[in-house]
């Protein structure tokens, strides 16, 4: 009988022996745990503090375990530049480049056989934020990113329709929201906080930041600029 080969993924401190994620500070660990045992968890702050690499890592790890029948992504459509509409092809090929920093992290979790396989069977399901809407999911772990777009209407649609065996990861930067308003997700975290509800909102900081020091020193200017 052969035995599976170890196999490293080289960036962030990932590796896979079944696949877990090392967490590189105490917000990493907290994030990670919160996402194992809460069936909704909300993780805000800024760019370069690893929270959409950990929340799709842990997403992944637990895929693994056999508990989970699909991860489903998405993000809210609001464009930093062209609109969805411009990109050709179906809606997965159009949200494909926007989702790309979590469909990494699964490409180096299952290798990119199996990820290909997981996507052309719909293990791995890309939908746009207006059908995700619409659904009850099952067994499923949904992934969230762009959060901070999201309006109050849209975040109560999508948390409270979680089906039963599934998990709901929000990930947003407050900061960096393409709406006009920007702060339904911090006013859907108060209300969490507010009524007492027993789920975890992890809030990374700037002096979170694990990417090179001249990103946390980038990302600290443009909040004293307030831009």
């Known amino acids: 009988m052969s035995k599976r080969k170890s196999r490293y993924a080289t960036k962030n401190n990932i590796h896979r022996i079944g696949f877990h994620v090392i967490p590189k500070n105490d917000k990493q660990d907290k994030l990670i745990r919160s996402i194992k045992v809460y069936p909704i968890t909300v993780t805000i702050g800024c760019a370069g503090t690893g929270k959409t690499y950990c929340s799709a890592g842990t997403a992944a790890s637990l ?3 056999g508990k989970y029948k699909k991860i489903v992504l998405t993000r809210a ?3 930093t530049g062209k609109s969805l509409g411009y990109f050709p092809g179906t809606i997965q090929e159009k949200m494909t480049p ?5 469909l990494e992290v699964f490409e180096q979790a299952f290798g990119k056989e199996k990820y290909k396989y997981m996507i052309n069977k719909g293990e791995i399901e890309i939908q746009p934020i207006e059908t995700i809407r619409g659904r009850s999911y099952k067994d499923a772990l949904v992934l969230v ?3 901070q777009n999201l309006s109050l209407d849209e975040l109560k649609a999508i948390s409270t329709r979680l089906g039963e065996n599934s998990k709901l990861i929000l990930m947003g930067d407050p900061a960096q929201s393409d709406v006009k308003d920007g702060k339904d997700l911090l006013k859907f975290c108060s209300l969490i906080k507010k009524c007492g509800i027993q789920l975890p909102v992890v809030e990374f900081s700037v002096d979170d930041i694990v990417r090179s020091d001249i990103v946390a020193e980038l990302v600290r200017m443009f909040i004293k ?3």
């Open 63 to 65: 895929f693994m375990q």
């Open 77 to 79: 459509n609001v464009p």
């Open 98 to 102: 926007w989702l790309l920093p979590m």
């Open 145 to 147: 990113d762009e959060s």
């Open 225 to 227: 600029e307030k831009l």
